[in-house]
């Protein structure tokens, strides 16, 4: 487990492990790639290993702090074609190393989140064309949601380093 509290127990604990598990198969996924290799397209799409792992990053940190504060959390204000494309690559300064340094932040911070939050609480949903009008989410569909789109893009990844170099991580 990525969390140092190693005593959660019940749906805690089950929430725990499989974010951890699904945060695993993606890291291991990009093992041993250099910068290059981990910008590279390999498909018809245009993801690239690092701008999954970048994406599934931020992704975690924009759910966790909706599970935190509400929709408020979203700053749909500062939204642009250009901050969703470069969300999708490295920029310059970026590394392979520095995504995964800062997804472990992020994971950290989340972690602490399962352990501590009311998993009861609920939230309006930002409005969006791909949100029902009006429906609410508590922490624990949040957490469902992260952990669902880890999963999701860990298997994008795992296509993405077989094209690339014929590694597998869960075949």
Same mark, same amino acid.
């Given at each position: 487990?990525?969390? +140092?509290?190693?005593?959660?127990?019940?749906?805690?604990?089950?929430?725990?492990?499989?974010?951890?598990?699904?945060?695993?198969?993606?890291?291991?996924?990009?093992?041993? @790639? !250099?910068?290059?290799?981990?910008?590279?397209? +390999?498909?018809?799409?245009?993801?690239?290993?690092?701008? @999954?792992?970048?994406?599934?990053?931020?992704?975690?940190?924009?759910?966790?702090?909706?599970?935190?504060?509400?929709?408020?959390?979203?700053? +749909?204000?500062?939204? !642009?074609?250009?901050?969703?494309?470069?969300?999708? !690559?490295?920029?310059?300064?970026?590394? @392979?190393?520095?995504?995964?340094?800062?997804?472990?932040?992020?994971?950290?911070?989340?972690?602490?989140?399962?352990?501590?939050?009311?998993?009861? +609480?609920?939230?309006?949903?930002?409005?969006?064309?791909?949100?029902?009008?009006?429906?609410?989410?508590?922490?624990?569909?949040?957490?469902?949601?992260?952990?669902?789109?880890?999963?999701?893009?860990?298997?994008?990844?795992?296509?993405?380093?077989? !094209?690339?170099?014929?590694?597998?991580?869960?075949?």
């Amino acid at each position: 487990m990525t969390t +140092t509290d190693t005593t959660l127990t019940g749906e805690r604990a089950d929430l725990m492990q499989t974010l951890d598990k699904h945060r695993g198969f993606l890291r291991y996924t990009v093992r041993g @790639l !250099s910068d290059e290799q981990a910008t590279q397209r +390999t498909t018809a799409s245009e993801l690239t290993l690092a701008g @999954l792992l970048k994406h599934v990053a931020h992704t975690e940190a924009h759910w966790a702090a909706f599970a935190q504060r509400g929709a408020k959390a979203f700053d +749909t204000g500062n939204w !642009s074609a250009e901050a969703w494309q470069a969300e999708w !690559s490295l920029q310059p300064g970026e590394t @392979l190393a520095s995504v995964l340094a800062e997804y472990e932040d992020i994971a950290r911070r989340t972690d602490g989140l399962v352990a501590t939050l009311d998993l009861d +609480t609920s939230y309006a949903l930002p409005p969006a064309p791909w949100f029902e009008p009006g429906a609410h989410w508590s922490v624990r569909r949040t957490l469902l949601h992260i952990i669902a789109e880890t999963a999701q893009h860990a298997g994008h990844a795992d296509i993405l380093r077989e !094209s690339l170099d014929g590694q597998k991580t869960m075949g």
